[in-house]
């Protein structure tokens, strides 16, 4: 049997091509002088030939089916000479006619004036002999991945936002960067004033000469004093392109060639932004949002992840200066913000962004978690120089009052009775920077004051924070700050005030969304006993149903579904509210009718209790005295001390009883004749509880026993009697001196 040997085919000439990142998706790209996009290394092997003339053949392959080649000959390609064993490079310079339009087979015009489709590209080439045609390489390739990037994402100001007004000017703009396999990328900001605002803010903008337009490799920009200055009340519009450019030609990496979306937003000094906000942490996954709001119709609360590249910004809109964001992760900073409109049909004006981080595990106590950092919009950069203890400097909105003061990584832990350092740190010197901790005051929670820290902060020359965070530090333990009450317990402890005012109290809470469906379940336990079994379980039914919808809201998936079930939460809440409030309404007007009956009863006698209390001033009524023996200069009253009855004349024991039934008569008459006051109404009310009196109770006991309100009023009559009657006796008749 004969023996057949194997052997690969050996080409005189070997060739390799490189692809250059970043790839641009357009073939007439690759055809252009500079820079380089595309190499072709060419090595003749045998060292003892010379000035070999050769050509190149082009083959563009994808996955997808793409199949393009150049002709034979190619127009206006030169041969190429090569001399053994020195290797030739060839650029883009060499091969532009390789890319040329009309020397390619397998692409349309249209399709070489586009973008390529994206997916897996080989750029491949082989070396024929120039006079013979026979191929002298092997076919080789160079393999990219052609994507085009996504342009960048405009963040601020958001689109339809409103911007206040600011002297000296200082807007931020700011956009986050979407491309993966872009290098040396810049930025092309423009800026347009939108003259015809009843225009789509889109087209209008496309339709507008530029007002600003600059180039930079930064992704924020700040639109400062020294740039054209915005009007009031006017509209603008901004967008962002991306560029990847050598100085002479840009390179198609880009969708929508670079062009961001067209962001607009309106300038104005006629709505401030909501300040002074703050964060607590509920839950592990529950984050509250308060702030003080400037006469606003309604408010947005802005939440994502920091440092997530790309992050979105989620929203919950509030009609009150408080809202809750339900299903975050827990041990998780978030950045936020609060925004206020002022008109309808108006866009939000945004404070400043803040952080708070959710905690890890359950905790019994609500805890304020609020990183404040400095405003962005700050131009004095001078450090300040000294700091000291009781200084005040303002960070974000809050003036913080110093406690403790170093340089450094500093945090003092060991302090006296008052709460002073017991390292005597009374001033620092540090260029700026300082540690240590103090309190800010929150206006809305009744000048509350929470004690903060701060580490290695940046401190101007204006006494304002431009570095660093300064970070709310809640400690109820903490002697020399307000100590910030829960609020069951703050409810509760209206009761010593009557079930009028812890009503009241409730229902307030409720329209401001202060309270939990387990926050009103506890409210309920507590009041109980002093409101209707009937009330008790219609607001028990409401709040098992708030209960369900906020477990919900927790497990929501959807930004859509938890503005949905948010919205059923805040019209449960305001049933709640209403049903209490009408019921604080019922017990105010069966005891306005208790008190109207108990005055008409003795109506008739009215003439009778006037003239004996006359005649007990006339002169006769003395004489009459006199003649029985009595004698009034012989009578020391000694009101430092109780009066013994049985001390007093019987002829003075009777004089007191008719004042007594006069001021009782003309107490119920008053209360009677003011039954509109219902401010009146409610201090005797909760000064009858002063006597053991409680009306409100009485009402409770006679309805809970299903009475009819003829037996409920006839209840409360009694009541009333003996309530102006104890009253009368407490307060010799001033009553209502408060």
């Known amino acids: 049997m004969g023996a057949f040997g194997l052997q690969a085919q050996r080409f005189p000439v070997q060739v390799t091509p490189q692809v250059i990142p970043p790839y641009s998706l357009k073939l007439s790209d690759y055809g252009t002088a500079s820079p380089d996009r595309l190499i072709v290394n060419l090595l003749l092997i045998d060292v003892n030939e010379t000035n070999r003339e050769v050509g190149l053949r082009l083959y563009i392959e994808s996955n997808d089916g793409v199949a393009i080649r150049s002709t034979d000959p190619v127009v206006g390609a030169n041969p190429i000479r090569l001399d053994g ?22 692409i349309s015009p249209q399709q070489y004036n586009t973008t390529l489709p994206e997916g897996l590209y080989r750029f491949c080439f082989e070396v024929y002999d120039y006079l013979s045609g026979q191929v002298i390489s092997r076919k080789s390739c160079a393999t990219a991945y052609l994507v085009l990037n996504d342009p960048p994402f405009l963040n601020l100001p958001n689109r339809g936002e409103v911007i206040t007004e600011r002297e000296p000017q200082n807007i931020i703009f700011q956009w986050t960067p979407r491309h993966l396999n872009a290098t040396n990328v810049q930025y092309e900001f ?11 803010p889109q087209a209008a903008f496309l339709a507008s000469r530029p007002l600003f337009q600059t180039t930079t490799f930064a992704t924020t920009l700040l639109y400062g004093p020294g740039e054209t200055s915005l ?6 519009a901004w967008r962002v392109r991306a560029i990847v450019s050598d100085g002479i030609s840009e390179t198609s990496v880009f969708r929508n060639d670079g062009y961001s ?23 592990p996954t529950t984050e509250q949002v308060m702030w003080q709001g400037e006469d606003h119709l309604k408010y947005r609360v802005q939440y994502r992840k920091k440092g997530v590249e790309n992050a979105v910004w989620f929203e919950v809109n509030a009609f009150n200066e408080r809202a809750s964001i339900y299903n975050l992760e827990p041990g998780t900073t978030y950045e936020f913000r609060v925004g206020g409109q002022c008109m309808e049909n108006m866009g939000f004006t945004y404070s400043q962004i803040y952080e708070f981080t959710t905690m890890i595990a359950a905790s019994d106590t609500a805890t304020y978690n609020c ?8 131009t004095n950069q001078e450090p300040l120089q000294a700091l000291v203890i009781n200084d005040v400097f303002t960070a974000g909105d809050f003036p913080v009052t110093v406690k403790f003061v170093g340089s450094g990584n500093v945090t003092p832990t060991v302090t006296d009775a008052n709460n002073s350092s017991l390292f005597d740190t009374q001033s620092m010197n540090s260029n700026g920077v300082y540690s240590g901790w103090g309190f800010i005051t929150v206006p809305y929670l009744q000048n509350t004051k929470i004690k903060v820290s701060f580490n290695e902060i940046s401190i101007n020359s204006d006494y304002q924070l431009i570095g660093g965070m300064v970070v709310t530090d809640y400690d109820e333990n903490w002697g020399g700050v307000d100590d910030v009450q829960d609020e069951i317990d703050a409810i509760v402890d209206l009761l010593d005030g009557g079930i009028l005012d812890i009503l009241e109290d409730i229902v307030d809470r409720l ?19 002093d409101i209707t079994e009937e009330i008790f379980e219609e607001a028990q039914e409401l709040q098992e149903q708030i209960s369900e919808l906020e477990d919900q809201l927790n497990d929501a998936q959807t930004e859509e579904d938890k503005e949905n079930i948010q919205e059923q939460i805040d019209e449960l809440q305001e049933e709640l509210a209403d049903t209490l409030d009408q019921a604080k309404e019922e017990i105010i007007d069966l005891i306005v009718k208790a008190i109207e009956k108990y005055y008409n009863q003795n109506r008739s006698k009215e003439s009778e209790l006037v003239a004996s209390y006359d005649s007990i001033y006339e002169n006769q009524e003395n004489n009459n005295i006199e003649n029985n023996g009595s004698d009034l200069d012989e009578f020391e009253f000694d009101f430092e001390e109780e009066i013994e009855i049985e001390t007093i004349p019987e002829e003075f024991k009777e004089t007191f009883e008719v004042q007594k039934k006069y001021h009782l008569y003309f107490f119920a008459k008053a209360l009677a004749l003011n039954k509109e006051n219902k401010k009146e109404i409610r201090f005797f009310i909760k000064k009858a509880l002063e006597a053991q009196i409680d009306l409100p109770k009485l009402l409770k006991v006679a309805k809970d ?15 009333i009697d003996n309530a102006i009657k104890s009253l009368i006796d407490t307060y010799k008749y001033n009553f209502l001196e408060p």
């Open 261 to 283: 979306e067209i962001y607009h937003f309106t300038y104005t000094g006629n709505c401030a932004e909501p300040s002074f906000v703050l964060a607590e942490g509920t839950t």
């Open 190 to 200: 423009t800026l347009a004033e939108l003259w015809d605002t009843q225009m789509d």
């Open 511 to 529: 329209r401001e969304g202060e309270l939990t469906g387990e926050d009103i379940e506890s409210v309920l336990d507590e009041i109980r006993d």
């Open 705 to 719: 026993n299903n009475d009819n309100e003829d037996v409920i009023v006839d209840v409360l009559v009694e009541g």
């Open 231 to 236: 009007l009031p009340d006017k509209m603008y």
């Open 371 to 378: 990183g404040i950092t400095p405003e962005v919009v700050i």
């Open 85 to 106: 064993g020195i290797p030739l490079r060839l650029t883009n310079a060499d091969l532009q006619a390789y890319f040329s339009l009309q020397n390619l087979v397998g």
